[in-house]
DNA sequence: AGATACAAATGATATGATCTTTGAGTGGAA
DNA sequence: TTCCACTCAAAGATCATATCATTTGTATCT
């Protein structure tokens, strides 16, 4: 069983997002994200109704959904308020895709990024105890994959490759919330190669480091396999630390405290 | 200023949810995350207006709130179908919320308990870079205060000054997705309190090391501060292992992929 | 048997009315 | 003047009903 070759498709985007809900929604959260609505303004239905040019029932819906991911708070007698970057619910994958899009990309590049170096090691530690047998031998042989797509310089494979390596020790490490970032990390990943920020030929401890992973995780050797994984996590934020930088480095975000 | 005494009265749980959509929301939410709904099944718009009582307004805003947290999912001529819990938003406050008040408690705590495990660490150590003076002042009299609240075996006040600490280390992180994980963290310490698993007195190690991650964070040592947070967490989840080993490890979770 | 067309079920959207809460103004009393 | 109680209207919350659009099961036709 190819581990790599049928999940790789996965949905980078969902562009065509049909319904007038999806459109609306997709359309407010990217200007909440995008500081086109300042926080603390306010809308009101009716306005919406008419900018969107779609019933209260719409509109409704949509600004419920945006309340419950913090975006919003909705007030009688005063409107909708929009609420302040702390009060969102930055691990929702719909505002970590607005956020991606929007001018405060870095920053959330770097956020999940710091989460990465984070979470990985550890989940790395308990795949070493919880992973199953083919599981393992999937991962060595992904580790292999990449190896093999590294020294071919087939940048494409590789990055997915990467993301599905990434994938499975998330998925290994048997904790659902860990699991849930796997699409973080895809997030990431890509980003990264989008931006160019990968070496053509992938450097050689990189690839290394993936293989130790994999191997540790196999012979169940969980400190090993933290370290290897805490390794990689550095060369990676090296790798990116170099992207904030030259973008102008966004050390404090959202403080609006 | 005292940074513990207003700040720890924050909300426990929201008792009574006033508004319908809430009600319906918390109502539905809790009867997915207990199991009562099992993934698979389906529900339909009308039945729900029926059984609820109220309109289909308050029945679909919290229809599209459930789907925007991956609960469900509504297909026409089908109805609304129950997501399984891979599918999940599990990182959304009002999830573990559900979850946590549901059968699925200690397989909650279990995962939070391993997410603190892999982020507190390294919140400590970018604390350490990035935390202001009056900051780390008041970690530093955080830890104090905990060492005076266990010697004088003030449970209560023991809790709150704990929750606070690491609220405020996560806050120091400087990484928006850190701070919002102190409420997590918050619930977690709850919980642990509430099933009367910490020691009246505080173990004296668990106090020195909050200690030393003050002090460490205060002098900008970011290693010490990490390694301190690594032994606290080690030791807040061999004081956790007992519970979930006593209701009956649920060691593979919701893996129903 | 297989393709095609029809019809029913169900969510999606639209519309208008009514209820409820609450901020702001208004007036009187201390 | 200052402050409290009262009133009113604005805006969301809820309700009720109707229509549209899509999906899918079924019957019909070849």
């Not at 209260?56 to 409107?79: D, H, K, P, T």
């Not at 995780?217 to 930088?245: H, N, P």
């Amino acid at each position: 069983m190819e581990p790599s070759s049928p999940e790789v498709a996965a949905a980078p985007t969902l562009p065509a997002e049909s319904g007038l809900h999806a459109r609306v929604l997709d359309h407010l959260g990217t200007a909440i994200c995008g500081g086109e609505l300042a926080p603390g303004s306010v809308l009101n239905i009716d306005e919406l109704v008419d900018r969107y040019a779609v019933s209260r029932s719409v509109v409704r819906e949509v600004l419920r959904v945006l309340a419950s991911i913090g975006f919003i708070e909705a007030r009688r007698r005063v409107g909708v308020m929009i609420r302040p970057a702390s009060a969102w619910n930055v691990f929702d994958p719909q505002v970590i895709r607005w956020r991606l899009a929007s001018a405060g990309r870095m920053a959330q590049l770097r956020s999940i990024t710091e989460l990465r170096t984070a979470v990985e090691p550890h989940a790395a530690y308990l795949a070493a105890s919880r992973i199953g047998r083919d599981e393992a031998s999937d991962l060595v042989g992904l580790a292999a994959k990449m190896w093999a797509a590294g020294e071919a310089g087939d940048e494409e494979r590789f990055l997915h490759l990467d993301i599905e390596f990434h994938r499975l020790v998330l998925l290994a490490s048997g904790n659902e919330m860990f699991v849930r970032l796997q699409e973080l990390v895809a997030e990431v990943l890509t980003g990264r190669h989008k931006h160019h920020l990968m070496p053509h030929h992938p450097h050689e401890q990189a690839l290394q480091m993936h293989a130790d992973v994999a191997q540790a995780i196999q012979r169940r050797d969980g400190e090993r396999a933290r370290q290897a994984m805490v390794r990689l996590m550095e060369q990676a934020f090296d790798e990116m630390k170099s992207l904030w930088e030259q973008t102008g480095a966004p050390d404090r975000e959202a403080t609006t405290r």
